[in-house]
């Protein structure tokens, strides 16, 4: 199986992988990624061999050559694995990623993408091997000796809270902090600030404006302590980013804000989730990117101000 990034896609391969496993249980399966999302797949007790991307693809494919398998599953779809699937010359499936109806659905304002889920998009490239949706979330496996919530936060976690989780890579899937501030105002339940370096200033406003109401551990704590926080919160909120995707293993009730980037244009709208709300206006304007932006085309960034707060805080409240 090859996926080399992004974090996001790559949790969205766990079902494929539980399926295949499951279904086909004397079946071996390996993955190839880039080595920076290694630690996404490292526990996965589905996978039977992690292969990483050596800096000479040939070297790459000297290694899988060893192996001497019999399928290649694609989910990528790029040059790089097309090469790899050309050298190793064998039966191979590939997810089909619509580039062309997702240019016309950018550029030119026609939508002709089925709002089809990136797990079902990739359960395409394995069904000629029999294997069908089970229909159970995404895994995320959380290696022995992460630390205990009483470890990460040992003043709140026998206390119900929120988990905030503020990152995003791109400026244009963030709600602006003055809004962010608004929210956390309004939820009743201490908030727990999650995030990367990247928004360490942008937590640092919000937990400054609320220090009575807000637990800041942006920057401060590891992805996987930040999942056992995740894990164990009453709710998770979230912007468009692998920590949010990643909430979805655990089933919690979830709110997901969207501001340039809308989720049926890839397919990763939150998968299996029992009680999700996703925040978003409709605007001539949005999608303005597949993946966001660094800053908005048209000035306004109206796909986040104008999100309505009083829908969200009725789904947060409502039982």
């Known amino acids: 199986m090859i996926?080399?990034?992004?974090?996001?896609?790559?949790?969205?391969?766990?079902?494929?992988?539980?399926?295949?496993?499951?279904?086909?249980?004397?079946?071996?399966?390996?993955?190839?990624?880039?080595?920076?999302?290694?630690?996404?797949?490292?526990?996965?007790?589905?996978?039977?061999?992690?292969?990483?991307?050596?800096?000479?693809?040939?070297?790459?494919i000297k290694e899988l050559k060893a192996e001497r398998f019999d399928y290649v599953i694609?989910?990528?779809?790029?040059?790089?694995?097309?090469?790899?699937?050309?050298?190793?010359?064998?039966k191979s499936s590939t997810y089909k990623k619509e580039r062309f109806k997702k240019w016309l659905a950018l550029k030119a304002r026609i939508n002709l993408i089925k709002p089809d889920h990136l797990v079902d998009r990739y359960l395409k490239a394995v069904?000629?091997?029999?294997?069908?949706?089970?229909?159970?979330?995404?895994?995320?496996?959380?290696?022995?000796?992460?630390p205990s919530l009483p470890e990460i936060i040992p003043d709140y976690y026998a206390k119900p809270y929120i988990a905030f989780i503020i990152g995003a890579t791109h400026f244009t899937k963030r709600m602006p902090n003055e809004k962010v501030i608004s929210l956390c105002k309004r939820i009743e339940l201490p908030v727990i600030l999650l995030g990367g370096e990247d928004v360490k200033t942008n937590a640092a406003v919000i937990s400054e404006a609320l220090p009575n109401k807000i637990i800041n551990l942006v920057g401060q704590i590891s992805l996987?302590?930040?999942?056992?926080?995740?894990?164990?919160?009453?709710?998770?909120?979230?912007?468009?980013?692998?920590?949010?995707?990643?909430?979805e293993a655990f089933n919690k009730k979830l709110t997901t804000i969207w501001g340039s980037t809308i989720p049926e244009l890839l397919g990763v709208q939150p998968y299996q989730v029992m009680k999700h709300y996703e925040a978003g206006v409709t605007l001539s304007c949005r999608p303005c990117s597949k993946f966001g932006l660094s800053a908005?085309?048209?000035?306004?960034?109206?796909?986040?101000?104008?999100?309505?707060?009083?829908?969200?805080?009725?789904f947060i409240a409502h039982e």
């Open 74 to 90: 694609d989910l990528h779809n790029s040059l790089r694995s097309t090469l790899v699937k050309i050298q190793l010359g064998i």
């Open 296 to 314: 908005c085309p048209k000035g306004h960034f109206k796909c986040m101000k104008d999100i309505n707060e009083d829908l969200i805080i009725d």
């Open 224 to 247: 996987n302590e930040s999942v056992t926080v995740v894990k164990n919160a009453a709710q998770v909120i979230g912007f468009d980013t692998g920590l949010t995707h990643i909430s």
């Open 127 to 146: 069904e000629f091997l029999g294997v069908i949706n089970d229909g159970k979330p995404i895994n995320y496996f959380l290696p022995e000796n992460t």
């Open 3 to 60: 996926r080399f990034s992004s974090m996001g896609d790559i949790i969205y391969t766990s079902p494929i992988i539980r399926c295949l496993k499951q279904q086909l249980p004397n079946a071996e399966i390996h993955y190839l990624t880039k080595s920076n999302f290694k630690f996404l797949l490292d526990y996965n007790p589905y996978i039977t061999q992690l292969h990483l991307l050596k800096p000479k693809l040939r070297d790459t």
